[in-house]
T-cell receptor, first 115, second 111 residues
Framework: KAGVTQTPRYLIKTRGQQVTLSCSPI?????VSWYQQTPGQGLQFLFE???????NKGNFPGRFSGRQFSNSRSEMNVSTLELGDSALYLC??????????????FGPGTRLLVL | GENVEQHPSTLSVQEGDSAVIKCTYS??????FPWYKQELGKGPQLIID?????GEKKDQRIAVTLNKTAKHFSLHITETQPEDSAVYFC??????????FGTGTSLTVIP
């Protein structure tokens, strides 16, 4: 079974631009979560999508948004990029059907550099 | 919200020795505690997890213990090997798929 894939793997943008990252979950997984990983803050939860609906949200500004499509693929968008948005953005998928915690499988991440 | 603290931030051990990484959490509602291993250039990979109705879980050379009263859990790696060198993260969740992560421990196993 193919793992979680993320595109692109690397991205360079300038301040003020916007960016869209893509995540394809493991086949059959309906939940997709996004995390921001930085050396100073570690892994921080951005949001989770299940059945095309945002189910959980972390403490990030509204510049960070996401969506999920009917095939469970997800995109996240960051508008008006700031230098501090430079990070590794990780996507994780899980089955998503239950209310309890499930094993999450992470993709390799998209490394975003904002200049 | 939940706050997860992880220690130490770096750890060096001789090959064959044991390594122990400790985490504490603040939310008594947290009931699921996974551990992840992240190698350079890759996303975190689940290596072991424990739920709050269990005090200890073991998988070959890896074990996790949980003390709910003290709100701490630990990862134990025995007979360490060079391929165990990586960054290890603990996490806690009180429900759904919202996880709070520790800041990571960089483990180096010296051959």
């Amino acid at each position: 079974k193919a793992g979680v894939t993320q595109t692109p793997r690397y991205l360079i943008k300038t301040r003020g631009q916007q960016v869209t990252l893509s995540c394809s979950p493991i086949s059959g997984h309906r939940s997709v979560s996004w995390y921001q990983q930085t050396p100073g803050q570690g892994l921080q939860f951005l949001f989770e999508y299940f059945s095309e609906t945002q189910r959980n949200k972390g403490n990030f500004p509204g510049r960070f948004s996401g969506r999920q499509f009917s095939n469970s693929r997800s995109e996240m968008n960051v508008s008006t990029l700031e230098l501090g948005d430079s990070a590794l953005y990780l996507c994780a998928s899980s089955l998503g059907g239950g209310r309890g915690q499930e094993t999450q499988y992470f993709g390799p991440g998209t490394r975003l550099l904002v200049l | 919200g939940e706050n997860v603290e992880q220690h130490p931030s770096t750890l060096s051990v001789q090959e064959g020795d044991s390594a122990v990484i400790k985490c504490t959490y603040s939310d008594s509602a947290s009931n699921y505690f996974p551990w992840y291993k992240q190698e350079l250039g890759k996303g975190p990979q689940l290596i072991i997890d424990i739920r709050s109705n269990v005090g200890e879980k073991k998988d070959q050379r890896i074990a996790v213990t949980l003390n709910k009263t003290a709100k701490h859990f630990s990862l134990h790696i025995t007979e360490t090997q060079p391929e165990d060198s990586a960054v290890y993260f603990c996490a806690a969740s009180a429900g759904g798929n919202q996880f709070y992560f520790g800041t990571g421990t960089s483990l180096t196993v010296i051959p």
